[in-house]
């Protein structure tokens, strides 16, 4: 069925097209957001640990379903394929309804350092690497950094960190308060001589644009939050841009290719709705479906102008994709740390992420959001301690409350040969196909995060940690919870997918705007990065692509 036309198509309605899907709207453009997920509620999954927090044994919470959304993997080592659904680890799944990634997300609100976007300029490339420069400066991201942490919301504390790079602004309001962990942590860095701060946060602390501050319950990372205090696009920009009445939102609509005419420039997306198959025209199409599904797409979108997949003439569509080496150590303490306020994730320091002798880049560190019981007892065991039965269930009941966690997210050199590609001959309910994920990490990721786990391991027992142990991010694929870099910005179409302001390369009406366009991603969680990068591009997009009504 083919549609009226509209002025834009943006695809996904995460931390990239929920923003973009509200810039657009309000300078008054006709836009169609599409999202492959449905608009969900706090009531559909509540408190419901063994769905939402980190463990999908009983399926997403947030999506996708399992049995239409398969890809293929190449896990660690292994240079087989394996078919792995949404609910396995190994898939690096992003949270498939409105709102995206940050319906459900920590919400920590980073920007990133300036070195951060001058990698190459700073270290060199490391042999084996694509480790290069961003076409833009921190500089030229200040202000949407602050429009975002106004407009959408972030709590924190201004000048707390000295590392943090200029700001024109200070936070809108307060940081959270520390967790009971956190104070002992942060007694612990000072006497470490080391810069600790409260970790700035897309969290309501105060009520604020007409949403309560956080209730501090214990359900925090992984779930929905019951009264809104968690700042996702779902609750904040796709409801302005809806507001507007240009904005519509189509929900369970899954893109199937973006469409283009004898010059190669878009005309439209077609897209599933259920199982009929729908032609949207329009002027423009915004590309913001995760850096595993926006490559996806692309190298889905083939036509005689684009062989390859749109984007894709000089093969870098789907190329360099990264996550973060995450890295750290666990303790178990005398006494009890646990208070069970949340989000629980309330300390930093950024002393590691720059300037250590012989590696390139770091790690900012910060304790762990709440582990629930169930992750606990999954993921958090000293080495050779029982998994099952008595001695299990002992550690579970004496240590749980007695336990504290630091990870840091180590920043990855980015490889050539990490990618996203399609598989023509495995489709998926849809009939289109299916991702296929392969590489490994570059041995630079294991030794930074060798180091990153050193530190956490010094910051517990210098806090009292009678036991502790590491954890190093292991050699096989990566692209999980914080995936990036598979459309890199650039200055050079024949070395990157978008432009300085996330426009194709090869096709001047597509754009992409999510993790894919990151060119390195930080030792930081990204998400406020994606939505400065957000405003960057639609700020852009409007002076172009605003001038001309269709």
Same mark, same amino acid.
């Given at each position: ?326 890295? &750290?150590?666990? @303790?178990?303490?005398? $006494? ?5 306020? #949340?989000?629980? !994730?309330?300390?930093? +320091?950024? *002393? ?123 050699? &096989?694929?990566? @692209?999980?919870?914080? $995936? ?5 910005? #650039?200055?050079? !179409?024949?070395?990157? +997918?978008? *432009? ?51």
């Amino acid at each position: 069925m083919k549609l009226d036309a509209v002025d834009a198509v943006v695809i996904g309605s995460g931390a990239g097209g929920g923003v973009v899907a509200k810039e657009l709207a309000t300078a008054g453009l006709r836009v169609a957001l599409l999202e492959r997920g449905r608009l969900q509620k706090y009531s559909e999954t509540g408190h419901d640990e063994l769905r939402s927090q980190r463990t999908t044994v009983l399926g997403n919470a947030f999506g996708p379903d399992d049995e239409r959304h398969v890809r293929l993997i190449q896990v660690g080592d292994d240079k087989e394929l394996r078919e792995t659904l949404p609910s396995e680890g190994s898939y690096g799944n992003v949270a498939a309804c409105v709102g995206g990634g940050t319906f459900s997300f920590g919400a920590m609100a980073w920007r990133f350092l300036e070195k951060d976007f001058r990698m190459r300029s700073t270290y060199g490339a490391p042999d084996g690497s694509t480790l290069e420069d961003w076409p833009v400066t921190y500089e030229d991201l200040e202000p949407f950094y602050t429009k975002a942490e106004w407009e959408i919301g972030v709590s924190g504390k201004a000048g707390a960190n000295p590392f943090e790079p200029r700001r024109s602004k200070p936070y809108p309001m307060p940081a959270l308060p520390y967790s009971k962990e956190g104070t002992v942590l942060r007694a612990a860095a000072e006497r470490l001589k080391w810069h600790p701060f409260p970790i700035p946060m897309l969290i309501n602390s105060v009520a604020y644009q007409g949403r309560p501050g956080c209730i501090r319950c214990p359900h925090c990372v992984g779930f929905a939050c019951e009264v809104n205090a968690k700042n996702s696009t779902a609750v904040t920009v796709i409801a302005q841009a809806v507001k507007t009445g240009l904005c519509d939102l189509r929900t369970e609509c899954v893109a199937k290719e973006i469409l283009t005419d004898a010059q190669g420039r878009a005309t439209g997306v077609a897209y599933f709705k259920g199982r009929e198959l729908m032609e949207q025209p329009c002027r423009f199409v915004v590309v913001s479906a995760s850096a595993t599904e926006s490559p996806r797409l692309l190298l889905n979108s083939k036509s005689r102008l684009h062989p390859k997949g749109l984007g894709n003439n000089h093969d870098w569509v789907g190329r360099n994709l990264q996550g973060h080496a995450y890295s &750290g150590a666990y @303790g178990l303490f005398r $006494q009890e740390v646990f208070d069970g306020l #949340g989000p629980a !994730a309330s300390i930093a +320091v950024c *002393d590691f992420n720059h300037g250590n002798a012989g590696l390139k880049g770091g790690a900012m560190m910060a304790n762990e959001f709440i582990r629930l019981p169930y992750l606990f007892a999954r993921s958090v065991r000293p080495p050779g301690a029982p998994r099952w039965g008595l001695g299990h269930k002992q550690f579970q009941r004496q240590q749980y409350k007695r336990c504290a966690g630091i990870k840091g997210p180590v920043q990855e050199m980015p490889v050539f040969t990490n990618r996203v590609e399609v598989d023509e001959r495995r489709k998926d309910y849809w009939g289109i196909p299916v991702a296929k994920i392969t590489g490994k990490r570059h041995p630079h990721d294991i030794e930074a995060g060798r180091f990153i786990a050193d530190r956490a391991a010094e910051w517990l027992k210098e806090a009292g940690a009678e036991t502790v142990w590491k954890t190093v991010a292991g050699k &096989g694929s990566t @692209g999980g919870q914080h $995936q990036a870099g598979t459309c890199r910005m #650039g200055v050079d !179409a024949k070395t990157s +997918v978008v *432009d300085r302001y996330c426009r194709v390369h090869e096709t001047d009406n597509v754009y992409v705007v999510d993790g894919s366009v990151h060119v390195t991603n930080g030792g930081f969680n990204p998400s406020l990065t994606i939505l400065a990068t957000a405003y960057w591009a639609s700020h852009h997009m409007v002076k172009q692509q605003g001038k001309v009504k269709a």
